[in-house]
């Protein structure tokens, strides 16, 4: 069965920084593209960043240059640091896995975590 685990989500000011992560159990990490989704209330579920089996990095327009996306396979686990938070920022956000690519775009993958809310207020 994999399970993905989303924590470190909080209510924060504006400009403060929070570090999510997504801990995985019943697959290898280590293997696939992982990324990060999030859906605020009223809109669709947005792709976030992503990261490869090779460490490749990619970002949504909207957080490029504030959050950074990060794993560690030996713990089966990936990151989301996101700094300079602003409160557009605010969603679930939800870790999911494994993601496709395709003509520039990344796909999601079959697997999703519960989500972890991140408030941001201005």
């Known amino acids: 069965q994999v399970q993905l685990v989303e924590s470190g989500g909080g209510w924060v000011q504006a400009g403060e920084s929070l570090k999510l992560s997504c801990a995985a159990s019943g697959i290898i990490f280590s293997r696939y593209t992982i990324g990060w989704y999030r859906q605020a209330p009223g809109k669709q579920r947005e792709y976030v960043a992503a990261i490869t089996s090779g460490t490749g990095t990619n970002y949504a327009d909207s957080v490029k240059g504030r959050f950074t996306i990060s794993r560690d396979n030996a713990k089966n686990t990936v990151y989301l640091q996101m700094n300079s938070l602003k409160p557009e920022d605010t969603a679930v956000y939800y870790c999911?896995?494994?993601?496709?690519?395709?003509?520039?775009?990344?796909?999601?993958?079959?697997?999703w975590g519960q989500g972890t809310q991140v408030t941001v207020s201005s």
């Open positions: 999911n896995g494994p993601l496709g690519y395709y003509r520039g775009s990344y796909t999601s993958g079959n697997y």
